[in-house]
């Protein structure tokens, strides 16, 4: 298995479902009681170029799980001192490190200098470890063969549908991105998808084709961190995509909701549909913790 966790793309099919697999086995330690401290005496390095809530508390919860202990690092890097030299500080230290960055190029440097294993906690490009607890979400909800799925990313073409677009060049479901002209995701991240795709990848500005047969509606925020100055234009493009009960009733009826958090209720999503039944937002953050535990185990034991 390769030694750094950046993008989905990196492992094979067999790679990624071995992750869930372990994911669920944890879950169930966790749940029984059963110790699991696989990485007793190991230390993690977080840093957090970004505020966090699930990031932060399950990862450091997860390294506590397992035995080890983290340290957290609040910094912009290539500010005090060039990227390189912080990886190659750290991996005289730690076992491994965490990197919640806004430029995805700090996290490709960290794993190139640091002898460590390097964790893709969210980058402006992509969020891995998000989809991968949002898989384990899915095969608990809609059964462990994922085969023909459809899930319709509602919304911008953003790092967590990129993710997304990666798992689903491995992993044959139909991935589909509903969104407004002009926001439809990495050119080159979806290409490379697309070509490799085992399932099917589309995009379409059009809501009910989208929508139509999904088992899966997602949706995340219209303006992410560090596109603030775009937050006005982007509430207009995006107002006709809000994901509301309206809009639900285009896809199967035993579609789930998904959201990776934090959600701004009233915006992309409304309150009828997150506290919906069908809402299964707060088992994807549960399992943030699961599917971490289980990226950490396989890389730093």
Sequence with gaps: MVGDFICLSDFSAEELLHLLDFADEIKRRQRGGIPH??????????????????????????????????????????????????????????????????????????????????????TDKLHPCQILADVQTLRE????????????????????????????????????????????????????????TQGSIEITNDVAAGLRGADAVYTDVWTSMGQEEEAAARTKAFASYQVNGQLMALAKPDAVFMHCLPAHRGEEVTDEVMDSPNSIVFDQAENRLHAQKAVLATLMR
């Design 141 to 196: 909800h809609k059964g462990p063969g994922l085969s023909g799925i459809k899930v319709a990313f509602v919304g911008d073409g953003n790092n967590v549908f990129n993710s997304w677009a990666t798992f689903a060049a491995r992993i044959p479901i139909q991935l589909t991105l509903v969104c407004p002209p002009g926001y439809e995701g990495d050119i080159s991240i979806v290409a490379q998808a697309q070509r490799e």
């Design 37 to 122: 401290r696989i990485l007793e005496g190991k230390t993690l390095a977080m840093i957090f170029e970004k505020p966090s809530l699930r990031t932060r508390v399950t990862f450091q919860t997860g390294m506590f799980q397992l035995g080890g202990q983290s340290i957290l690092i609040e910094t912009r890097l290539g500010k005090r001192e060039s990227v390189p030299d912080v990886a190659r500080n750290l991996d005289r230290w730690v076992d491994g490190i965490m990197a919640r960055t806004f430029q995805h190029e700090h996290v490709l440097e960290l794993a190139q200098y640091a002898r460590v294993p390097v964790i893709n906690a969210l």
